[in-house]
């Protein structure tokens, strides 16, 4: 068999049909149509409002799908709670960090390694005495910290943390759910060039280490260029373009409509 037929049977991990979303009779999102193929890292991107975060919302079913259909690892997810959708191995980060501030670095990852393994069938930390659980969540908490470089800070108060290690928290606490696919919603946002650069090299090596498929929304266009296979381009709730990164950066229409004439393609 050839090698274009075997990469034609390989089925994507998600793919959005035909996806619309509307609010009365505002549409955030129209006819969103694509695919994301396993171990891919893809950028979505486009100006604020574009519909990026309500077609992440849409994926991890906050929001009710109002056309079309989702399909993430040949299951259709459309119209199921956001809790089986984690439970099917999707992790998301949050634009605004929603950790428990007042609990510890560690503590945050503890609830939701313990969370996974509650609705874990089979898990063995469910068949394991109480003190022995609590050491196990702890032990495989460290790991997920020490993967984003957080293991000094585990009894850190999560709320005095600089706001990057706070985004660092973040990804380790969805990395702790042990998912299959992740969603970043800009975990760049804030930070300073050198800062977003360091963030990006993490993500890759988390990405790599994890084996993890990976949509990215991002404003840093160092990030996005240096991380993704595939960017997919949305302006007020539509697909504006779809490609490379390199066929984006020099897309007349994205150069209008977003990242500018001036852009200096990295």
């Given amino acids: 068999m050839s090698s274009l037929a075997v990469a034609a049977k ?23 149509t694509f695919q994301l193929q396993p171990g891919q890292i893809m950028g ?10 309500t077609a992440f919302n849409l994926i ?47 503590e945050n990852v503890c609830i939701a390694v313990d969370s996974h393994e509650t609705y874990a069938l089979g898990s063995v930390f469910l068949r394991l005495p109480i003190l022995r659980r609590e050491r196990a969540v702890r032990a495989q908490a460290m790991e997920y910290l020490a993967a984003v470089g957080l293991e000094g800070k585990a009894a850190v108060r999560a709320d005095s943390m600089p706001y990057g290690l706070q985004r660092k928290l973040e990804i380790a606490r969805a990395l702790a759910l042990k998912p299959k696919l992740l969603l970043l ?17 993490l993500i890759r090596i988390i990405h790599d280490g994890f084996q993890l498929t990976t949509l990215l929304i991002e404003h840093h266009m160092d990030v996005v260029m240096s991380l993704c296979e595939k960017v997919y381009v949305m302006n007020f709730g539509v697909k504006l373009a779809e490609g490379t990164a390199d066929e984006i950066q020099s897309d007349p229409e994205v150069l209008r409509a977003y990242l500018g004439e001036g852009f200096k393609r990295a």
């Fill in 185 to 201: 919603d800009e975990p760049a946002a804030g930070m300073n060039p050198e800062e977003s650069l360091e963030l990006a090299e």
């Fill in 60 to 106: 991890t079913g906050v929001y009710k799908v109002t056309e079309g259909s989702i399909i993430f690892d040949d299951r259709v997810i459309t119209g199921r709670r956001p809790d089986q959708i984690v439970r099917l191995g999707v992790a998301r980060t949050f634009q605004n960090i929603r950790l428990f501030r007042n609990l510890s670095v560690l």
């Fill in 44 to 53: 979505l991107i486009g100006p604020n409002g574009a519909g990026k975060t």
């Fill in 10 to 32: 390989v089925k994507p991990v998600l793919e959005l049909r035909g996806v619309s979303k509307s609010f009365g009779g505002i549409t955030a999102c129209k006819d969103i």
